[in-house]
């Protein structure tokens, strides 16, 4: 039997075959559906003025919401340690959860344990499953810390993590000495990014405290020129590789606090290590004698922020995810505040070159209409992109928002930065809404594309405007991650990606005559 | 290592010498190597569905992810409500390619993350009102919706709310089925107990509210097959075309009336028998109606089962079977004797969910491939009874086999194909060993069925046959033993 008889068809094209399709409507008469008509008229009906309206009015559903909950940011959060397992303590499902989602997203493995609790320790506590699951993880796992964050079932029951922490110390599970970091991150507020900011304070705080070392700012490096670095919740293995390219050049010696751009990026070498990467233990606790610290996340960092300015009394330069040229200007600026280093020429001369590559692409780009989904530090990034290149935000959505940075909202920050703007007049910056109210913005107010996660796939296609996928999750492209989106170069592959997703929509949508060569 | 039993007992007592007292205890209870007696009554010593120790990295969810994650949420043309915080929601957003017909957001609601969203307030005064409130809105969004079920998260339990009572009375309101369904996370070891109370939560909210307006001799249910890449469909048209009427298929690509109406079925035919045993046992009770466990991966066994349902009807059908199978088969031969010779006498080791890891075997077996080691993550003693008879002799059979595991034995048994699911997906990767997603078919599929089988085997071949494998260097040389393809 030649290829072509074998006919191998697998479900992107098997079930458009005449005989499926025969199935398919023959099945139609056990489903009791709805008629072709009503579901027209449904259909209509939800693209309508009248149903964005009664959308938007809806108080207590949530369809579609572009955030997950505290433990999953933790989790990559303690990936960021140098040999650290992340522990979570609670139902065991969580776990399962938090490894998918975040594997299915970097295409890498995720080691994080769980308590496993269930109904006995939903009534009695789940203190005797966190100190076996201490033995257990350590002897198998073999960690040099071990960071623990809670679920939304341990939080309601109220286990005392310091407690059942220091009663594994006492029972000789695990020494005096052996490091244990741990925070509370209830499923029920704010989101992973919360979660996030929740575990790299508690790390920092740990790490510090336990060293018994006293903070003097400036006084770590001999050279005095040492800086702290944060990412935040990152997405992008990519971004580290960027900001260490940008640190090089400088010239700077530097640590990054929470570095789990290894554990995300590791080679496949026939053997699995578990542990990649990450910022080293005893890094910590000499980070808070840097000159200071750069967060490129600030409304994501806040708490992180506020121990580090006010129990490391440092100076912090808080940014939001820097995008484009004016963010990446922004970055290198309070780099040089920070340690008093000029920006070096090469950085200079690639901006230049960005530069470039946006005049060459800005015909394609200019008034084109963009909607906007992401975690709030990304947006504040994204807009900037947006404006400089004279591209137009008109609908925002950021399910975790209105955290603040200094008392400042993530509202107030996006809608001011839109007002100083010709570019962002038409721009309306929704806060706590889903993606479902996404779908009638779209519908009802057409774009010209729209830049979100893998999530945004579904209102995007609905109404039939191009997906730009940036930001978290993204489940269905590969090696996205990979590249950066932060600095000037990461600015240029944010260019190339949206111009050319412009240009392909020009070549899809032709008229015929205007099918062209040069573009 | 190969299937010698004194050597994987060995080896087995080896890899757990890593664990503490208490939980290498536990562990041993979890593995047993198949020998002679074994096989032949089926006896099982391996302890299974009992508590994950804590701290091992198991495989296993939680009964939220047997529920929602698995039964309910693929029901299509209902609204399923993540009762509870936002992230259990999200987590199984679209991520177990329960494909349906339908258009999503109208009359099909799976891919979708529909959540009550808790916040602290919600812990604290309880979310009773909010519910109501949801289904109300629910029914503005989504006009066409068929019913709607509410799916528990952890806390739901913990404050207790009482769903059931918001459940009945806006049942009434609505004029639509409200299904309560106690699944938060905590309750039981794993998934399983999640499809039990899925299943007990169909039996009392919506099992016989509807009629068929006529039945027939050759009327049969498809229970417990997902439509994972389209597997229910591709087992349905054998079906049919064997001159069988499926009436109901659960829950892939299922709905609300199709539940209803499953009772008024001749036969059940049920293929994920771990999620949905249940179902079948209440319906043979409390309406007459049998069930056959039947498989349909690879021909082999596909053969044997449309044979074992052939012989429960009459000649017509056990005709059609013959012609089918007589059709197929030169096409099943083809798609083996194109691809075994790539196959065979590969090693497998299988850890899947609480079904495929048995009834995949057959499949790699008509490929020329040895199952070497196989694995559940949330069966019951009937499946591991069920799989010993289908293994040779000094398989290493294991119940929810922790990540460490797994690794440990794939190192020291020389395994050419690992089919497990995404968490230990990009383990494999790094180690340089082949790997298949046998949850959800690494986005391919169908594999049920004839179709299935021709996509299975060149998944196989690809997966296994890749040059990509041999360009990972091995620990110790700098540079891979075999460079290139």
């Known amino acids: ?519 | 290592m190969g299937l010698n039993i004194e050597e994987n007992q060995k080896l087995v007592a080896d890899i757990l010498e890593a664990y503490p007292k208490k939980a290498r205890k536990d562990r041993e209870k979890h593995f047993q190597v198949a020998n002679d007696q074994a096989i032949d009554c089926g006896t099982c010593a391996v302890k299974s569905n009992i508590k994950s120790r804590p701290g091992v990295m198991t495989p296993r969810g939680c009964a939220y992810a047997g529920s929602k994650g698995v039964v309910w949420g693929p029901i299509k043309d209902m609204v399923h409500i993540s009762h509870g915080p936002v992230g259990c929601g999200q987590y199984s957003w679209g991520s177990r390619r329960n494909f349906a017909n339908g258009t999503l957001g109208i009359d099909n609601f799976t891919a979708m993350q529909i959540t009550s969203d808790f916040q602290e307030t919600d812990i604290v005064f309880g979310g009773d009102k909010k519910l109501a409130v949801i289904m109300r809105e629910i029914t503005e969004m989504f006009p066409l919706a068929k019913g709607i079920s509410v799916q528990s998260e952890c806390p739901v339990g913990l404050i207790g709310d009482d769903i059931e009572a918001v459940s009945k009375k806006m049942s009434k309101e609505l004029d639509m089925p409200v299904v309560p369904v106690r699944c938060e996370g905590f309750r039981g070891v794993s998934q399983s107990l999640g499809h039990h109370i899925a299943n007990d939560a169909i039996r009392d909210f919506v099992m016989g509210r509807a009629e068929l307006a006529e039945t027939g001799p050759y009327d049969v249910n498809i229970i417990g097959d997902y439509n994972i890449g389209g597997d229910a469909w591709a087992s349905r048209i054998l079906l049919e075309e064997m001159g069988l009427r499926v009436i109901a298929q659960w829950s892939g690509d299922g709905s609300l009336n199709e539940l209803e109406i499953a009772h008024k079925a001749k036969l059940n035919l049920i293929h994920c028998h771990r999620s949905m045993n249940y179902m079948v046992d209440h319906m043979e009770k409390a309406y007459g109606i049998p069930y056959l466990e039947y498989n349909f991966f690879g021909p082999t066994k596909t053969y044997e089962s449309l044979r074992a349902i052939a012989a429960l009807f009459d000649e017509t059908i056990q005709e059609n079977c013959e012609k089918m199978i007589a059709k197929y088969k030169p096409v099943m031969d083809a798609v083996i004797s194109k691809y075994r010779p790539r196959l065979e006498n590969k090693t497998v080791m299988l850890m899947i969910g609480g079904l495929r890891s048995r009834h995949t075997i057959g499949a790699y077996e008509d490929l020329g491939m040895d199952i070497v080691a196989s694995g559940y993550e949330f069966a019951h003693k009937d499946d591991y009874e069920k799989m010993l008879p289908m293994l040779e002799e000094g398989t290493i059979v294991m119940d929810d086999p922790t990540a460490y595991e797994l690794e440990e034995l794939t190192k020291k048994m020389n395994i050419d194909l690992v089919g497990s699911g995404v968490k230990e997906k990009y383990v494999y990767h790094k180690m340089g060993v082949p790997f298949r997603q046998m949850h959800s078919w690494d986005y391919s599929g169908p594999y049920h069925g004839f179709d299935g089988f021709k996509v299975f085997a060149k998944d196989m071949d690809m997966t296994v046959n890749s040059p990509v494998w041999k360009l990972v260097g091995r620990k110790g040389s700098t540079q891979p033993e075999e460079a290139g393809v």
């Not at chain 1, 070392?213 to 005095?224: D, V, Y």
């Not at chain 1, 600030?298 to 708490?303: E, G, P, R």
Request: charged share 20%; proline share 4%.
């Open chain 1, 1 to 519: 039997m030649s290829r072509d008889e074998l006919n191998i068809k697998d479900n992107t094209s098997l079930f458009k075959e005449a005989r499926y399709l025969q199935q398919r409507e023959n099945k139609k008469q056990f489903e009791a559906p709805c008629s072709e008509q009503e579901t027209a008229e449904a259909l209509a009906y939800s693209k309508s003025a009248e149903y964005m309206e009664k959308n938007f009015s809806r108080q207590n559903v949530v369809i579609n919401p572009h955030k997950a909950c505290q433990p999953l940011g933790s989790v990559m959060a303690a990936l960021g340690f140098e040999k650290t397992l992340p522990f979570v303590h609670g139902s065991q499902g969580c776990n399962a959860y938090f490894r998918s989602h975040l594997s299915r997203h970097f295409k890498e493995p995720t080691p994080s344990v769980s308590t496993s609790m269930t109904e006995d320790a939903a009534v009695f506590g789940g203190m005797n499953n966190l100190i076996d699951g201490l033995e257990n993880s350590i002897a198998l796992y073999k960690p040099e810390m071990v960071a623990i964050c809670t679920t939304c079932m341990a939080e309601v029951i109220g286990d005392d993590l310091n407690a059942f922490i220091g009663n594994a110390r006492v029972k000789g599970v695990i020494s005096e000495e052996y490091p244990v970091a741990y925070c509370n991150t209830p499923s029920f507020v704010g989101s992973h990014i919360t979660g996030y900011d929740a575990m790299l304070k508690g790390i920092l705080s740990y790490l510090y405290t336990r060293s018994g070392i006293e903070s003097k700012p400036g006084s770590g490096a001999e050279s005095g020129e040492k800086l702290n670095v944060m990412l935040g919740f990152e997405p992008y293995t990519g971004n580290f590789a960027e900001m260490r390219k940008i640190l090089a050049a400088f010239d700077t010696k530097y640590t990054i606090l929470g570095d789990h751009s290894g554990n995300y990026d590791s080679p496949a070498t026939g053997e699995y290590e578990y542990y990649y990467g990450g910022t080293k233990l005893e890094e910590v606790p000499q980070a808070a004698n840097a000159l200071g610290t750069l967060s490129l996340q600030k409304y994501t960092l806040k708490k992180t922020q506020e121990y580090i300015s006010g129990t490391w009394n440092q100076q912090i330069a808080a940014l939001s995810t820097p995008l484009g040229i004016t963010g990446t200007d922004k970055l290198l600026e309070a780099i040089s505040e920070l340690t008093g280093l000029p920006v070096p020429a090469m950085l200079t001369e690639e901006r230049g070159r960005v530069v470039d590559a946006l005049m060459d692409s800005h015909p394609y780009l200019h008034g084109k209409r963009v909607a906007l989904v992401g975690d709030p530090d990304l947006l504040i990034g994204l807009i900037g992109f947006c404006l400089e290149t004279g591209m137009e935000p008109v609908h925002i959505i950021c399910s975790n928002g209105d955290v603040d940075y200094n008392e400042v909202k993530f509202k107030e920050e996006a809608e001011a930065l839109l007002a100083a703007s010709p570019y962002g007049s038409e721009a309306t910056v929704h806060v706590g809404r889903d993606l479902w109210h996404m779908r009638s913005l779209l519908l009802n107010d057409k774009v010209d594309l729209a830049i979100g996660s893998s999530h945004l796939k579904f209102a995007a296609k609905d109404a039939e405007v191009p997906l730009v996928r940036v930001g978290f999750p993204i489940f269905d492209r590969h090696h996205m991650h990979r590249y950066p989106i932060i600095g000037y170069q990461g600015t240029l592959n944010l260019l190339s990606l949206i111009v050319n997703t412009i240009l392909q929509q020009l070549d899809d949508h032709n008229s015929g005559f205007n099918f062209e060569l040069v573009r």
